[in-house]
């Protein structure tokens, strides 16, 4: 089974500066997406960045940039030039490809932006 | 212009009623589902439907129902409620390619007292 592990369960960053939040996994799975999504006080939950397992290229969204490290299942979110609106609820998610949006999320990070 | 929409946003009921939840999506995707999220967060997926029909079904009470009338719909019904079913109730929408991400609604928050 898969698991997804979010080591940090709350962090605070200045205005401006940069973040980064952490997430491992495990799986023997070879063919899988990872995502980020971003749960605002609102409730919604919001798409923040994808990335497929194939490729080896981080994906980047405007600030929002992954380092993923395959070998070592690592999967973590760089935000930068954070912003108030940043404060979020920020969960990563595992999906084996094929199977139909069973996703797999960690437990959260709770991401304050303080001005 | 709602992508997933679903009602109520908010549901305060008794113990022991049954209660609906629904669901809309207009995005013209395959795919719906129902995930639930916890009273410390967690989300886990309850059930998924492709083309009105039941995919997966995760271990969930069967007093939880879903009902697909058509693909662009998916409720979900609770029968005798208990407290441990407080929680936000998430439906999520995604077309069938396996790389397609989730769009979820905004959640309908279940108080059972």
């Known amino acids: 089974a898969q698991t997804v592990t979010q080591s940090q369960p709350e962090m605070s960053v200045q205005e401006a500066e940069t973040v980064t939040l952490s997430c491992t996994y495990d799986t023997s799975e070879s063919n899988y997406y990872l995502f980020w999504y971003k749960q605002p006080p609102s409730r919604q939950m919001i798409l923040v960045i994808r990335q497929e397992a194939y490729k080896q290229q981080n994906a980047t969204e405007n600030r929002f940039s992954v380092n993923f490290q395959k070998a070592a299942k690592s999967f973590s979110l760089k935000i930068s030039d954070s912003q108030l609106g940043d404060t979020a609820m920020y969960f990563c998610a595992f999906m084996r490809r094929g199977s139909q949006g069973n996703l797999i999320f960690g437990k959260g990070t709770k991401l304050s932006v303080k001005p | 212009d709602t992508a997933v929409s679903q009602t109520p946003k908010y549901l305060v009921t008794q113990m022991g009623n049954d209660k609906s939840i629904k669901c809309e999506q207009n995005l013209g995707h395959d795919t719906m589902y129902w995930y639930k999220q916890d009273s410390k967060k967690f989300l886990k997926i309850m059930f998924s439907y492709n083309n009105k029909e039941l995919i997966i079904n995760e271990t969930v009470p069967n007093r939880f129902s879903p009902k697909s009338p058509d693909k662009a719909h998916l409720n979900l019904h609770i029968n005798s409620l208990e407290l441990g079913d407080s929680a936000v109730y998430f439906c999520?929408?995604?077309?069938?390619?396996?790389?397609?991400?989730?769009?979820f609604g905004n959640g309908t928050r279940l108080t059972v007292t």
């Open positions: 999520a929408s995604s077309q069938v390619r396996g790389d397609s991400p989730l769009h």
